[in-house]
T-cell receptor, first 117, second 114 residues
Framework: AQTVTQSQPEMSVQEAETVTLSCTYD???????LFWYKQPPSRQMILVIR??????QNATENRFSVNFQKAAKSFSLKISDSQLGDTAMYFC??????????????FGKGTRLSVIA | GAGVSQSPSNKVTEKGKDVELRCDPI?????LYWYRQSLGQGLEFLIY????????KSGLPSDRFSAERTGGSVSTLTIQRTQQEDSAVYLC????????????FGQGTRLTVV
């Protein structure tokens, strides 16, 4: 079974600064995806960024980037130029990939990020 | 609609009553997932539907929980004889069969058992 661990229950950052959220995972699979989801107070989960395990290059989406260390099973999220709208719960998630398609996501317990003006 | 729709948005029920939660996935999405999010916890997988295949029910916590997906579209999660520990936000998500994991979530149903 896969597990995802987020060791930082809460974090805060000043507006315009950079913050890194940590995530580690445990799996014996070789074919998988990793994700960061954002959950604002509206409760709706929003996909922030996605990384394919077979790709060595770290994924980037505008101000969001990841540091994917496959051997260490580490997948951290870096938010640059933090904005007040980034305030939310952030969840790291793992998905095993099968030939038959997607499988259910396995989530960490989340990190509550507060961006301070 | 354009997104995943869940109803009701909030539900308060008395202990011992049955409840039904509804999920309307994005049109054309063959995969549908139910998750439960308890206070301060991550998302716990409940059940997964993929096309006409038998659903993956491995996450259902007890036999009081069941789910159906009719016509490959709308899904209903039913909780029988609700208990206080069932209080949580129930989230539904849908995706294309092979969308590289890109799942779209609804806004969830907050269930409170009193």
């Amino acid at each position: 079974a896969q597990t995802v661990t987020q060791s930082q229950p809460e974090m805060s950052v000043q507006e315009a600064e950079t913050v890194t959220l940590s995530c580690t995972y445990d799996t014996s699979e070789n074919n998988y995806y990793l994700f960061w989801y954002k959950q604002p107070p509206s409760r709706q989960m929003i996909l922030v960024i996605r990384q394919e395990a077979y790709k060595q290059q770290n994924a980037t989406e505008n101000r969001f980037s990841v540091n994917f260390q496959k051997a260490a099973k580490s997948f951290s999220l870096k938010i640059s130029d933090s904005q007040l709208g980034d305030t939310a719960m952030y969840f790291c998630a793992f998905m095993k990939l099968l030939n038959s398609g997607n499988t259910p996501l396995v989530f960490g317990k989340g990190t509550r990020l507060s961006v301070i003006a | 609609g354009a997104g995943v729709s869940q109803s009701p948005s909030n539900k308060v029920t008395e202990k011992g009553k049955d409840v039904e939660l509804r999920c309307d996935p994005i049109s054309g999405h063959t995969a549908l997932y139910w998750y439960r999010q308890s206070l301060g916890q991550g998302l716990e997988f409940l059940i997964y539907f993929q096309g006409n295949s038998a659903p993956d029910k491995s996450g259902l916590p007890s036999d009081r929980f069941s789910a159906e997906r009719t016509g490959g579209s709308v899904s209903t999660l039913t909780i029988q004889r609700t208990q206080q520990e069932d209080s949580a936000v129930y989230l539904c998500a849908s995706s294309l069969k092979s969308s590289a994991g890109r799942a779209f979530f609804g806004q969830g149903t907050r269930l409170t058992v009193v």
